[in-house]
C-alpha cells in the first residue's frame, strides 16, 4: 500500500495495546453494571420474631466485595482516563 506502516510500528503496538486495556475496562464495567442490574433486594420475614432479614445476603456481599476490589484496580490503572468518570462513579 505504500503507507510505510514498519517505520511507525512501535507507535501502532503501543496505541493498540493501550486501546486494548482501555476496552479491558470499559468491559469491565459494563459487566459489573449488568451483575448489578440483575439483583433484587429480597426482604423476608425472620421467623415469628417480628423482624426482617435479607435474602441472599452472602452472595450479595461476595458481589459487592469483588466489585469493590475491582473498581480500586482500575482506579489505580495508568489505562483509567478514558473511563474515570464511570470509575469514579462505582466508587
Not at 24 to 39: G, P, R
Not at 49 to 74: A, K, N, S
Request: net charge negative; hydrophobic share 40%; charged share 30%.
Amino acid at each position: 500500500l505504500g503507507l510505510e506502516l514498519e517505520e511507525h510500528e512501535e507507535a501502532v503496538v503501543k496505541e493498540c495495546d493501550v486501546a486494548g486495556k482501555e476496552y479491558q475496562i470499559e468491559q469491565t464495567l459494563d459487566n459489573m453494571e449488568a451483575a448489578w442490574a440483575d439483583v433484587d433486594l429480597e426482604i423476608v420475614s425472620y421467623r415469628e420474631t417480628g423482624t426482617y432479614v435479607m435474602r441472599g445476603f452472602d452472595e450479595i456481599q461476595q458481589q459487592l466485595d469483588d466489585h469493590i476490589v475491582m473498581t480500586q484496580t482500575m482506579a489505580f490503572s495508568p489505562y483509567k482516563a478514558a473511563h474515570a468518570q464511570r470509575i469514579e462513579e462505582w466508587e
